[in-house]
């Protein structure tokens, strides 16, 4: 492999460099609504902390998405919230979420599953007042005041550019550290004796951190941490 590493730029100069650090971040999937980024920190969210559970402690909220971090947020926020509305487009959990967690879901009074369910409408001042969501198998539209909805669909790492440099993830996203098996490795031609370091993709010199990296936390705090 040689060195330094040169990176192709849009104006088609080269960058060179002794080490790489990929922290381009990742894209929230979001529903396709015009006025989402209007409410997005208003009542919109894409993450379930206890910052957020403080927010809305002893309110309703609705949860977007059917994935295991759906699922975590669900049963985490019902422990401080007055109930929570987990709205997934698909017909059950079983293709999407562990058995162990929808079992969490289905036994816990303060947890609804609404399943075929969709958002299509938020409204508010400001702040998000209203959701309407769509039953998909009836047609019919309903009308709640919830005040904060969690979107936990997923996220898409800006990582197009890297196919074929360093080892991804079937999402998309940079393996590193103990994450690198050995047959990613071996397709690399990982060229040391010593294994890759905690935020070492499987090219020597090359990091990734933040969001764009396979097992991170998808929060600011701790993408600023491993940069």
Same mark, same amino acid.
């Given at each position: 492999m040689r060195k330094p590493f040169a990176l192709a730029?849009?104006?088609?100069s080269p960058v060179r460099a002794r080490t790489v650090i990929i922290a381009t971040g990742a894209e929230y999937r979001r529903p396709a609504l015009?006025? #989402?980024a209007t409410f997005e920190n208003a009542g919109v969210y894409y993450g379930a902390t206890r910052v957020e559970a403080q927010v809305c402690?002893?309110?309703q909220v609705i949860v977007v998405g059917g994935g295991n971090s759906a699922g975590q947020a669900a049963v985490f926020l019902a422990q401080s919230v007055r109930h929570v509305h987990m709205?997934?487009?698909s017909a059950d959990l079983a293709g999407s979420m562990?058995?162990? #967690?929808s079992r969490r879901i289905e036994e816990n009074p303060a947890i609804t599953l609404h399943t075929n369910t969709e958002i299509v409408g938020l409204t508010g001042d400001g702040h998000l007042d209203c959701v309407q969501w769509r039953d998909n198998r009836t047609g019919r539209v309903e009308t709640h005041r919830v005040q904060h909805v969690f979107v936990m669909a997923g996220a898409l790492p800006n990582t197009r550019w890297l196919e074929e440099c360093v080892a991804l993830d079937a999402n998309g996203f940079v393996k590193t550290g103990s994450d690198l098996s050995k047959d990613d490795l071996a397709a690399a031609r990982w060229p040391l004796s010593r294994p890759p370091t905690l935020l070492e993709t499987s090219r020597?010199?090359?990091?990734a951190v933040g969001d764009a990296r396979a097992g991170s936390v998808k929060r600011v705090a701790s993408a600023v941490g491993e940069g």
């Amino acid at each position: 492999m040689r060195k330094p590493f040169a990176l192709a730029i849009d104006d088609g100069s080269p960058v060179r460099a002794r080490t790489v650090i990929i922290a381009t971040g990742a894209e929230y999937r979001r529903p396709a609504l015009d006025n #989402l980024a209007t409410f997005e920190n208003a009542g919109v969210y894409y993450g379930a902390t206890r910052v957020e559970a403080q927010v809305c402690r002893g309110e309703q909220v609705i949860v977007v998405g059917g994935g295991n971090s759906a699922g975590q947020a669900a049963v985490f926020l019902a422990q401080s919230v007055r109930h929570v509305h987990m709205l997934v487009r698909s017909a059950d959990l079983a293709g999407s979420m562990s058995r162990y #967690l929808s079992r969490r879901i289905e036994e816990n009074p303060a947890i609804t599953l609404h399943t075929n369910t969709e958002i299509v409408g938020l409204t508010g001042d400001g702040h998000l007042d209203c959701v309407q969501w769509r039953d998909n198998r009836t047609g019919r539209v309903e009308t709640h005041r919830v005040q904060h909805v969690f979107v936990m669909a997923g996220a898409l790492p800006n990582t197009r550019w890297l196919e074929e440099c360093v080892a991804l993830d079937a999402n998309g996203f940079v393996k590193t550290g103990s994450d690198l098996s050995k047959d990613d490795l071996a397709a690399a031609r990982w060229p040391l004796s010593r294994p890759p370091t905690l935020l070492e993709t499987s090219r020597p010199g090359v990091f990734a951190v933040g969001d764009a990296r396979a097992g991170s936390v998808k929060r600011v705090a701790s993408a600023v941490g491993e940069g």
